[in-house]
């Protein structure tokens, strides 16, 4: 019997994918393709928290500048709706507090306009305060307590200094004061300061706080009020403290 020759078809060897040139173009490619998605990917998310970061600063604040009746110890208080920090503090009546954040020197609760100041987190261009109007728990307020307190908590090792008119001291790590600065401008009439703070200093490694200072303050007849405020007031602290007081007393509601 006679057999056909046969013919075999040529196996061909597997494919062995692009040259090495072809396989470092295709992987910058990748690279690129990859890089320019995650940057539009951080993009989308940097704008989706700046709106999202408005929108809830818009939530969680007031326009209305109406002033709201609340009661807090014997004192009644007119305190515009716009400056309350919390929705659930929006409310006249009885209370136990008021959280405020107030722009200066407008002091001005929350509008459209002010919306970039109040919602700035640097420390050099802040010009927004807290205030905490409380019910009265302690005999002294900051001023007070100078002499009774703060005078036996200078650090010894750091001599006082003059500061935009203020004496500056430094206050005692051991005293539990890490940091702390205590300003005051002593008065002329009085054995109490006319104005006095205490401010965070920037530590090492430590970038400056928003609201680096603080003081606290009576007024009326049963409150207390504790404001922190930017560093940078110190240099016009005369006047901000005059803004202060005259603030403080609008809320007040005379029987």
């Known amino acids: 019997m006679t057999h056909a020759p046969s013919t075999t078809t040529p196996v061909s060897a597997p494919d062995e994918g692009p040259q090495i040139s072809d396989g470092l173009a295709?992987?910058?490619?990748?690279?690129?393709?990859?890089?320019?998605?995650?940057?539009?990917?951080?993009?989308?998310?940097?704008?989706?928290?700046?709106?999202?970061?408005?929108r809830l600063l818009r939530a969680n604040l007031s326009t209305s500048a109406e002033p709201l009746q609340i009661v807090i110890g014997n004192d009644v208080l007119d305190v515009p709706e716009n400056m309350f920090r919390h929705?659930?503090?929006r409310v006249a009546g009885i209370t136990n507090r008021a959280e405020l954040k107030v722009h200066w020197p407008e002091r001005s609760g929350y509008r459209t306009d002010l919306a970039d100041a109040f919602s700035d987190t640097s420390p050099e261009t802040v010009q927004t305060v807290l205030i905490s109007i409380a019910r009265r728990q302690w005999l002294l307020d900051?001023?007070?307590?100078?002499?009774?307190?703060?005078?036996?908590?200078?650090?010894?090792?750091?001599?006082?200094?003059?500061?935009?008119?203020?004496?500056?001291?430094?206050?005692?790590?051991?005293?539990?004061?890490?940091?702390?600065?205590?300003?005051?401008?002593?008065?002329?009439?009085?054995?109490?300061?006319?104005?006095?703070a205490r401010c965070n200093e920037p530590g090492a490694g430590r970038e400056a706080l928003l609201l680096a200072c603080e003081t606290d303050l009576f007024f009326g007849e049963t409150l207390e009020v504790r404001v922190r405020f930017p560093a940078t007031f110190l240099a016009d602290w005369a006047e901000f403290s005059a803004e202060l007081d005259s603030l403080l007393e609008s809320f007040l509601v005379t029987p």
């Open 26 to 54: 295709g992987l910058a490619w990748r690279a690129f393709w990859a890089l320019g998605a995650l940057a539009l990917v951080s993009a989308l998310m940097v704008l989706a928290g700046n709106l999202y970061g408005e």
């Open 87 to 89: 929705a659930d503090q």
């Open 142 to 196: 900051m001023a007070g307590r100078l002499d009774l307190v703060y005078q036996k908590a200078i650090d010894p090792a750091k001599p006082p200094r003059s500061v935009h008119g203020l004496t500056a001291v430094a206050l005692d790590p051991a005293h539990g004061y890490v940091d702390e600065t205590l300003y005051y401008a002593p008065s002329a009439t009085s054995a109490l300061p006319v104005f006095i």
